[in-house]
């Protein structure tokens, strides 16, 4: 049974004192055992969460990950400092990094293949614009962003990583895509793994989407067969909703 999951990413939100109201807020909820729950802060905030969630069933992600080990690369962060401070996941690919900063398949394929070989997990973001889907180009899309950033992995690379699949005309709109279309692009997703490596590998990958899950979608949306949770924006930043949507399932 693969792994059902609720990440929330804070993006560029929440200082030190809003940290610690949120993480108190969110300890006041039992955790589920089914679901594998995760949340993203800023940088500044990673090693605050990891000390207050150290016996609690949350576990913390970055946000993002320089490819280098060290050296010159002024505001960023390796995977070893982010080991370092107990954190093992990071997002990588989110459309936002991807649109804003200039992350391209090519740059996140490095940052990939480094966050594998120094053990990290990874959510790995990927997705279509408005204009690609009236196109009716999402397909390619997505397809050359898995193929370009990850069908090169050897298969017990898989392990470490989780999809989150995000139509980037959903993030933050209020937009978001039926049940019935993060359905078929999850569905086509996993028969892009399958045919590139196997049926097996296909059906151990969690999938999450992500775009504007809410508290009164969420449970339509992971009903899906092969939706296997969700990556959560705004709605993260609320412990009443984000917990709400870690019960959706």
Known sequence: ?????VAGNW??????????????NLMQH????????????AFTQLTQSVVKLKNYPIAVAAQNMNAAASGAHTGEVSSSMLKGVGVNTVILGHSERRSLYGETDDSLKVKVIKAIEDGMEIMFCFG???SERKENRHFELVKMQLGSALFDLPNNAWKQIILAYEPVWAIGT??????GQAQEMH?????QIKLQYDSELANQVSILYGGSVKPNNAKEIFSMTDVD??????????????????NAF
């Open 128 to 130: 279509e614009e408005l």
């Open 174 to 179: 209020g937009e978001t895509a039926s049940p």
């Open 1 to 5: 049974m693969r792994n059902q999951i």
């Open 11 to 24: 993006k560029m939100n929440n200082d030190t004192a809003e940290t610690e109201i949120l993480l108190d």
């Open 229 to 246: 949770g969700g990556l959560i924006g705004g709605a993260s930043l609320k412990s009443e909703d984000f917990m709400a949507i870690v």
């Open 187 to 191: 569905a086509f997703i996993r028969e």
């Open 30 to 41: 039992q955790i589920r055992e089914d679901v594998s729950v995760y949340i993203a802060p």
